[in-house]
T-cell receptor, first 114, second 109 residues
Framework: DGGITQSPKYLFRKEGQNVTLSCEQN?????MYWYRQDPGQGLRLIYY???????QKGDIAEGYSVSREKKESFPLTVTSAQKNPTAFYLC?????????????FGPGTRLLVL | GQSLEQPSEVTAVEGAIVQINCTYQ??????LSWYQQHDGGAPTFLSY????GLEETGRFSSFLSRSDSYGYLLLQELQMKDSASYFC??????????FGSGTQLTVLP
């Protein structure tokens, strides 16, 4: 079955630690996105990538970094510079083609600070 | 920047029709999307309006008026499983989404 997988489901971060959230898709989608969701809020865009080896900052990129070395993979690193990382992190992908406006979301990773 | 406003909560009874409004401010966008999210789950796509007017997909319809900076999601024949959060979102040139803060729909028996 095609889809998007995110791991781990829950992640605990210690103060000063960098952690990496995995996002993999086998939908052959060109574009991938990372969003952050805080309780009772909408999703906010962190980074996005339209093609391999290229990515753009979203609205809240500070304290985060990404890479896009393969079409299938778009990992997100939450660095120690992100002072309030506790949130629900959602990865999404879409076909970069006019008329194909659906974004498909992974199940998410909940990040908690110890 | 972009901003979207939606009611925070809406309550309706099973079998009824409910409309969730979304107003927005933006200097430009490609379209307005709607997503459904159940508690603890991932958002799922419901509908998209690239042009003004009504789009119908089964029990769900969505409307966009660019001149009024307004859209809505219409849910008909409400079912208990429709209880969820509903988000409107503006699409940018790279299909990146700017979301509203969401409307919590509660369907009562």
């Amino acid at each position: 079955d095609g889809g998007i997988t995110q791991s781990p489901k829950y992640l605990f971060r210690k103060e000063g630690q960098n952690v990496t959230l995995s996002c993999e898709q086998n939908l052959n989608h060109d574009a991938m996105y990372w969003y952050r969701q805080d309780p009772g809020q909408g999703l906010r865009l962190i980074y996005y990538s339209q093609i391999v080896n290229d990515f753009q900052k979203g609205d809240i990129a500070e304290g985060y970094s990404v890479s896009r070395e393969k079409k299938e993979s778009f990992p997100l690193t939450v660095t120690s510079a992100q002072k309030n990382p506790t949130a629900f992190y959602l990865c999404a992908s879409s076909i970069d083609r006019t008329g194909q406006e659906t974004q498909y979301f992974g199940p998410g990773t909940r990040l908690l600070v110890l | 920047g972009q901003s979207l406003e939606q009611p925070s909560e809406v309550t309706a009874v099973e079998g009824a029709i409910v409309q969730i409004n979304c107003t927005y401010q933006t200097s430009g966008f490609y379209g307005l999307s709607w997503y459904q999210q159940h508690d603890g789950g991932a958002p799922t796509f419901l509908s998209y309006n690239g042009l003004d007017g009504l789009e119908e997909t089964g029990r769900f319809s969505s409307f966009l008026s660019r001149s009024d900076s307004y859209g809505y999601l219409l849910l008909q024949e409400l079912q208990m499983k429709d209880s969820a959060s509903y988000f409107c979102a503006l699409s940018g040139s790279a299909r990146q989404l700017t979301f509203g803060s969401g409307t919590q729909l509660t369907v009562l028996p």
